[in-house]
């Protein structure tokens, strides 16, 4: 098994945390779950961080059962259709 993950560094708009995880929820994941030969897509949603790390308000990690099953799904209509989502 391999898993690809995706770290989204930056900071939400104050006051838009929530309507931020909604549209990974409702937007992302439903493109996500449609990535050819995965075997698993985890969100995880950032919430605490040490003093002067890196914010990631969103990683995803998603697997495959190998190079092969991640290579057809880096090369995808449906990896395309959520870069420009994320875009």
């Known amino acids: 098994m391999i898993t690809r993950f995706a770290l989204f560094e ?16 409702e937007r ?22 040490d003093e002067g790390a890196p914010e990631f308000p969103l990683i995803l990690a998603i697997s495959y059962p190998d ?12 990896r395309l259709r959520s870069r420009d989502i994320t875009g």
Do not use: C, D, I, K
């Open 67 to 78: 190079r092969a099953a991640m290579g057809l799904a880096m090369n995808s209509g449906a």
């Open 28 to 49: 992302l994941v439903p493109v996500w779950t449609t990535f050819p030969g995965h075997s698993e897509v985890r969100v995880m949603f950032g919430e605490e961080r």
């Open 10 to 25: 930056g900071q939400v708009r104050p006051g838009q945390t929530e309507a931020f995880r909604r549209a990974v929820t």
